[in-house]
């Protein structure tokens, strides 16, 4: 379920027998936020539980690699007992359009600007 600065994932409305996944929920909070050096940064949480074990992590982005939200929202779950095959960004991908398009939007981005590959991850 998507509301802007926040996208909830969960696959317990499935049955044990048709997950793809073990059982998880995760929350995945963002806001930009102003750095004194770097700029505008997408500050990003990451918290939840998969087979019942509670994590919660943080990290930001760089504006302008900002968009690369969801691969790393990917591996931070991966790191926490997620498939990567069975990654929140797999299923209902229509939800991750409308929070590329409300970063996109909080960042005033436009296509085609130039990408600083150091801070490529």
């Given at each position: 379920?998507?509301?802007?600065?926040?996208?909830?994932?969960?696959?317990?409305?499935?049955?044990?027998?048709?997950?793809?996944a073990p059982p998880?929920?995760?929350?995945?909070?963002?806001?930009?936020?102003?750095?004194?050096?770097?700029?505008?940064?997408?500050?990003?949480?990451?918290?939840?539980?998969?087979?019942?074990?509670?994590?919660?992590?943080?990290?930001?982005?760089?504006?302008?690699?900002?968009?690369?939200?969801?691969?790393?929202?990917?591996?931070?779950?991966?790191?926490?007992?997620?498939?990567?095959?069975?990654?929140?960004?797999?299923?209902?991908?229509?939800?991750?359009?409308?929070?590329?398009?409300?970063?996109?939007?909080?960042?005033?981005?436009?296509?085609?600007?130039?990408?600083?590959?150091?801070?490529?991850?």
């Amino acid at each position: 379920m998507f509301t802007p600065g926040h996208l909830h994932r969960d696959n317990l409305d499935r049955p044990e027998g048709l997950r793809l996944a073990p059982p998880f929920s995760v929350d995945f909070y963002y806001e930009i936020r102003q750095d004194p050096v770097q700029g505008p940064m997408l500050h990003m949480r990451l918290v939840g539980e998969v087979s019942g074990r509670h994590f919660d992590e943080e990290f930001e982005l760089h504006r302008d690699v900002a968009f690369n939200f969801a691969s790393v929202a990917s591996r931070v779950a991966a790191r926490h007992g997620l498939p990567p095959n069975a990654s929140p960004v797999m299923r209902g991908h229509d939800e991750y359009d409308k929070v590329f398009a409300d970063i996109r939007s909080k960042l005033h981005a436009r296509p085609g600007e130039p990408v600083n590959l150091d801070h490529v991850l």
